[in-house]
């Protein structure tokens, strides 16, 4: 299972280590299996965890092709949520409610890809500005390979 | 890499690999060990943090790898400090003693006190 998980991560680390992360991670499972039962079991789950959101999401949210569609989705959600919202308050019935639906999902259908992409490409530009010089020349490089 | 007075503290990961350096050439999986047995369980290592600590350390030419046992698991990498990896170790270390010593005179800190 952490062999799964760490096709997730970035893909030097994958590459330069991945043999020894895998022998590494079955050791320390296997150790504290032996030394503390189930409660070893989870911490060395639990502590994999906070790994994974520390390097695996940071690599997968970064992808465009993943981001892009995930933000226009939540914005649109977030939009028609209002909308719908502000329509029951004002519209009577179920019916007067299903008339006006059209109008209410084509504003949101339309602009949130733009608002998404607007954000996403603010916040690459943020992370562009950001002090490069205390990276490794290891660092630097791998992460001029991933530029969008 | 070389350290002055004002360079930050060592991270963690950096501190207690060193320092697990110290005892001798070691794969991945002892260093982990030997780090939470250095920090009486309070730091735990895991492998991705691990590995990248040693790129960096490798990168900053403060371990180097070693040879390794000959009949030893060939996944396995051994990993031992360099002279420089040494001093930088020894100067965090001092660091850690002088801020012990300022510690105790303002009485933040008794000699001999049990936590």
Do not use: N
């Not at chain 1, 991945?18 to 989870?42: I, Q, T, Y």
């Not at chain 1, 965890?49 to 970064?62: D, H, K, M, N, W």
């Not at chain 1, 607007?118 to 950001?130: F, G, N, P």
């Not at chain 2, 031992?80 to 003693?97: C, F, I, S």
């Amino acid at each position: 299972m952490y062999e799964r998980l760490l096709s997730l991560y970035p893909e030097y680390l994958r590459r330069d280590y991945g043999a020894e992360m895998v022998l590494v991670f079955s050791e320390d499972l296997e150790s504290a299996r032996r030394e503390a039962g189930l409660p070893g079991v989870l911490r060395v789950w639990f502590r994999e965890l906070g790994e994974f959101v520390r390097f695996a999401i940071p690599v997968q949210t970064s992808s465009p092709a993943l981001v892009v569609p995930a933000l226009t989705f939540a914005v649109f959600a977030v939009m028609i949520s209002i909308e719908m919202g502000v329509a029951l308050r004002h519209l009577p019935t179920a019916a007067t409610l299903l008339q006006e639906l059209p109008a209410t999902v084509t504003i949101p259908l339309f602009s949130t890809p733009f608002i998404a992409f607007a954000v996403v490409r603010t916040s690459r530009s943020r992370t562009e500005l950001l002090d490069l010089s205390q990276l490794t020349e290891w660092e630097r490089a791998e992460c001029s390979k991933s530029a969008f | 890499m070389i350290m002055s007075r004002s360079d930050p503290p060592l991270p963690p990961a950096t501190f207690f690999i060193l320092f697990a350096l110290t005892s001798g050439e070691k794969h991945g999986y002892a260093i982990m060990r030997e780090s939470r047995k250095l920090s009486d369980d309070s730091f735990q290592l895991g492998p991705a943090t691990l590995y990248t600590t040693i790129q960096r350390l490798l990168d900053s030419k403060w371990i180097e790898e070693a040879p390794g046992p000959e009949d030893g698991d060939p996944r396995r990498r051994y990993y031992r400090l360099t002279k420089q990896g040494r001093w930088a170790l020894d100067h965090e270390v001092r660091r850690m003693e002088a801020l012990v010593k300022k510690s105790i005179a303002l009485r933040l800190l008794s000699v001999g006190a049990k936590s």
